[in-house]
């Protein structure tokens, strides 16, 4: 079972549509990061979480550390926001901090 | 403010060469992060620098080396290239260790 679980792989939505991303892992983590990718290979940094809620414009990211979750809302979507969301997260194995990530959600958003 | 920079971006690579590849971080950046993408293995944690020193590593082989230079920019370099070796390599650079990162474009290396 791999660290960090991302659901959907793929998810395909019409303009306007609320979008909603999840990644669960299975670790200890320090903080959690939503990656945002574009065709071509350029990696945005969406968020970055410790605990709680972060809103950014449209863009939503909550965790929960108890249960080890964390989802990514996409109000209003448009089709600039397709893309591909990874998540990954910072843990530390004896005294080696790294971040592992998931295998990433290709979002694409029809006009 | 300048983006992160990593030069070349592209390289053409024959087996059991070596490779050494080049990450400039935001002004005013200390740490720097290594990745490497390829779509079978996706995103995989390299190494991670800051101050010159190397703070944390990920599960690759001694082949894959790096440094990190006092003005923060720093190198990668894969000895004895394999085949597998070809994928795309991101550097990220972040104030200090543990802060959010900023990523470059990527180097596309491959390997014949």
């Known amino acids: 079972k791999n660290e960090v679980e991302q659901s959907p792989q793929n998810l395909t939505a019409q303009e306007g549509e609320f979008i909603t991303i999840n990644c669960s892992y299975s670790?200890?983590?320090?903080?959690l990061h939503w990656l945002q990718q574009h065709p071509g290979g350029g990696i945005v940094s969406l968020f970055m979480?410790?605990?709680g809620k972060k809103k950014h414009g449209r863009l939503i990211a909550t965790i929960n550390i108890q249960e080890k979750h964390s989802s990514l809302h996409i109000t209003a979507s448009h089709p600039r926001d397709s893309a591909v969301y990874i998540c990954?997260?910072?843990?530390?194995?004896?005294?080696?901090?790294?971040?592992?990530f998931g295998t990433g959600t290709r979002l694409t958003i029809i006009p | 403010k300048a983006g992160v920079t990593q030069t070349p971006r592209y390289l053409i690579k024959t087996r059991g060469q070596q490779v050494t590849l080049s990450c400039s971080p935001i002004?005013?950046?200390?740490?720097v992060s290594w990745y490497q993408q390829t779509p079978g293995q996706g995103l995989q944690f390299l190494f991670e620098?800051?101050?010159?020193?190397?703070?944390n590593k990920g599960n690759f082989p001694g082949r894959f080396s790096g440094r990190q230079f006092s003005n923060s920019r720093s190198e990668m370099n894969v000895s004895t290239l394999e085949l597998g070796d070809s994928a795309l390599y991101l550097c990220?650079?972040?104030?200090?260790?543990?802060?959010?990162?900023?990523f470059g474009p990527g180097t596309r290396l491959t390997v014949t």
């Open positions: 990220a650079s972040s104030f200090v260790v543990g802060y959010e990162q900023y």
């Open positions: 670790v200890g983590i320090s903080a």
């Open positions: 979480l410790s605990s």
């Open positions: 990954a997260v910072r843990s530390q194995h004896f005294g080696n901090e790294k971040l592992t």
């Open positions: 002004s005013g950046h200390r740490s």
């Open positions: 620098y800051f101050s010159e020193t190397q703070r």
